[in-house]
């Protein structure tokens, strides 16, 4: 199929989309990118704590394809599908609601694991007039806007990493000293133009508690407020629960 439509269009790639691990890696050489759609906070009974098995699960057997990966992290709650879209009667408290530091974080993890594109996931899209008059309805006509904006944040969040994530930048590993019950996971990226990013994630299911040894002891400043420096390029990483930070050096 992949070879039929660049053949008849060879001027725009194609794109395969699955949220089934078991379809890949076979699945994902059907079109020229593969974006794999891991949508990991459900019940809120179950939290934050699967997130890294799941997102990472998706990206070990994408990456088996050989293709370029793109990721299209969750964007919605899994309560206002069946709330607004199907009808049914549920409780939108037994739903975990996705916060802008999960949007962002879920999208960060994709990228440490090598996602090098990002299309968040919504559903329904929320400015249909029908699904709008659905959350007048309820009570809930703001909800869109309000999920609209943490969309955009995390968009933006990535949109600072451009330079590691579409350009040649070079990525370092770091040491990770782990002390809270959930895992954190890290990369140290230098852009073109020598500038450096960390990128640091709180894996979810816990708190997590974390020192990362940066080589060549840089001066990283934290953008989301999780990370401080301790010197001699060791930082110490804290969060609740899901969470990210991203550091970059003076000069960003």
Known sequence: MRRVLNRLDPYHPTFTLS???????????????????????????????GVERIISGFRERAHMAGCPVWAAPQAFNWGIQELVRRGKKVKLSDYVEPTEDDIRSMALLCALDGAAGFCF???PFPWEDKVKKRYAELGMADYPEKLWKKIKAAGWALKSLEPCLTGTAEAFPVRIENRGKANTRACLWRSENGRKYLVIVGCGGGKSDALITVPGAAVLKSRFGHTVHLGNGIYRFRSEDLNSDILMDAGE
Request: no cysteine; charged share 20%; glycine share 6%.
């Open 19 to 49: 949220n089934l691990p078991s379809a890949m890696p076979n699945y994902a050489v059907s079109g020229d990118v593969f974006l794999y759609d891991p949508y990991p906070l459900d019940k809120a009974v179950r939290g934050r704590a």
């Open 121 to 123: 996931f919504n559903f």
